[in-house]
């Protein structure tokens, strides 16, 4: 190896997706140059590189969250964060690369949306991609979606609910499959029956049951199964790949693998609270802060879906994050259909499921990472570039202390919010120093250098191989 290298990572355990044990890491000019028996000297022409001693930590590929809402508008209400307070929370959390969503209102075309909402990536600290959505159909979408494959953004969001702000016909769904297809993209899906919520919200309206402690009630697991059903209907017709975002029930990703078993290219997205939190939230103190869609549900359908974590029916694990503050989700805490919906989570996303699943369950730590970093990386066509701790990929890591024992505190957090739904929750590991392209962002609780440092990551075609 004639590379000079800059940054050496010596005396962890090197966690892929596919494989772990004791290796050292070579990083060249923000670049993974090679994965290295411990203790391999660094070539000639290296003595100046840092070294960063890991002993008893784990070398995990920095987190990739598929999912993640920043500054987001929906009805009254935008979240809180811009670009730099996200990545900021995200890093502390190790996550090193967020994939962002660029959502047309009133009528705005998509490719002027997303290219406005990709320019923001260089005020992160860590890297971002970006989904672009489609709501209306018009003759410009099929030219506006091949414009955007080609500018790497390959991913595309759309909703079968929310009538009147993002929500998209089944024909515009189908439609959008269908171009998507033919250049290597996918859509990712909000999938509830619109009308069905409608009918449970009127049904909790006529019982004066409309308030956040009734969330539950408000948007029905059969709303959320029904919708995926017809979605799986039209990809298996088109033979289109389709990623359910967020689902909440092991029935939905029940649906999905059986899809997927027929040959379906289907793939099962969930997030970190429909898997350790339960819709007893909404009897406590503040039911409002646990206001999403879905909501959560009961304990016996979050242990459901929780097992699938264990035999890859669940491709990735995202946040759907979106910062609002306990007075954005306090206005309207009498209807929830005037909420802001969403919870704060990019920065407890990996220690809450490391925690939750990998401490307490036995969860393999490689298992964490390809749900976490590499699955997510694949789906949005980043990988190995991201996801991955690989000759060639992006160095990017997080060096996690599986031992530390801590507690959830809003206060300690980094995301602009002043409440986490897991306030007061013990949790065992955590990330302890952080690396963006071979600079250490995070350590010892300290952000070392701030925004500007993120950049947009172009998309090549998903990965439709992902298991
Ligand atoms: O409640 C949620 N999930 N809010 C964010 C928008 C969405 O549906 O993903
Ligand atoms: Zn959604
Ligand atoms: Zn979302």
């Known amino acids: 190896m004639n590379t000079i290298i800059d940054l050496v990572v010596r005396g962890g355990t090197l966690v892929e997706s596919e494989w772990q044990g004791l290796a050292d890491l070579f990083i060249s000019d923000g670049v993974v140059a090679a994965v290295v028996a411990p203790n391999t000297p660094p070539p000639v022409g290296s003595e100046e590189a840092n070294v960063i001693d890991a002993t008893g930590l784990l070398v995990l590929p920095g987190g990739v969250d598929p999912h993640c809402h920043v500054g987001f508008t929906s009805g009254e209400y935008t979240s809180l964060d811009g670009y730099e307070e996200c ?48 709501v209306e159909w018009d003759p410009t979408v099929p030219e506006q979606l091949r414009t955007l494959c080609e500018e790497g953004i390959v991913t595309v969001k759309m909703f079968t609910t929310y009538r009147g702000e993002s929500m998209a016909s089944t024909d515009t769904i189908l439609r959008t499959m269908q171009v998507l297809q033919d250049v290597g993209g996918m859509v990712v899906i909000h999938c509830e029956a619109n009308a069905i ?39 298996e017709r088109l033979d289109a790949p389709v990623y359910f975002v967020h689902q909440s029930t092991p029935k939905v990703v029940d649906l999905v693998a059986a899809a997927r078993r027929r ?181 010892d609780g300290i952000l070392r250098g701030g925004a500007n440092r993120g950049r947009h990551v172009p998309a090549g075609p998903v990965d439709l191989s992902i298991t």
């Open 87 to 134: 990545t900021k929370a995200a890093v502390f959390g190790g996550t090193t690369t967020i994939v962002d969503f660029a959502i047309p209102r009133d009528g705005e075309a998509p490719l002027d949306v997303a290219r406005r909402q990709r320019a923001k990536a260089d005020q992160g600290v860590c890297d971002s991609a970006l989904h672009a959505a489609v």
């Open 263 to 443: 040959g379906v290219k289907a793939y099962t997205e969930a997030v970190a609270h429909h898997l350790v939190l339960d819709d007893s939230k909404y009897l406590g103190e503040h039911p409002e802060r646990y206001v999403c869609c879905p909501p959560l549900r009961s304990r016996e359908t979050v242990d459901g879906l929780g097992q699938y974590l264990f035999n890859g029916e669940i491709t990735t694990i995202g946040s759907d994050h979106c910062c609002y503050d306990s007075v954005q989700k306090t206005e309207y805490k009498h209807d929830v259909r005037h909420m802001p919906n969403g919870l704060p989570g990019v920065e407890t996303r990996l220690p809450v499921i490391f925690s939750e699943y990998v401490s307490k369950k036995n969860l393999s730590v490689s298992q964490f990472v390809k749900l976490t970093a590499s699955n997510p990386a694949r789906a949005n066509g980043i990988y190995p570039r991201k996801g991955a701790l690989l000759p060639g990929s992006d160095a990017d890591f997080a060096l996690w202390d599986p031992t530390e024992e801590w507690t959830v505190r809003s206060s300690d957090l980094h995301m602009k919010t002043d409440y986490s739904p897991y306030e007061g929750m013990k949790l065992v590991g955590r990330p302890v120093t952080v690396a963006v392209r071979g600079q250490v962002v995070v350590a």
């Open 197 to 235: 919520i409608e009918e449970d919200q009127r049904r909790s309206a006529d019982a004066n049951e409309l308030d956040a402690a009734h969330m539950a009630q408000t948007r029905s697991e059969l709303a959320e199964a029904s919708a995926v059903a017809e979605i799986l209907a039209v990809a």
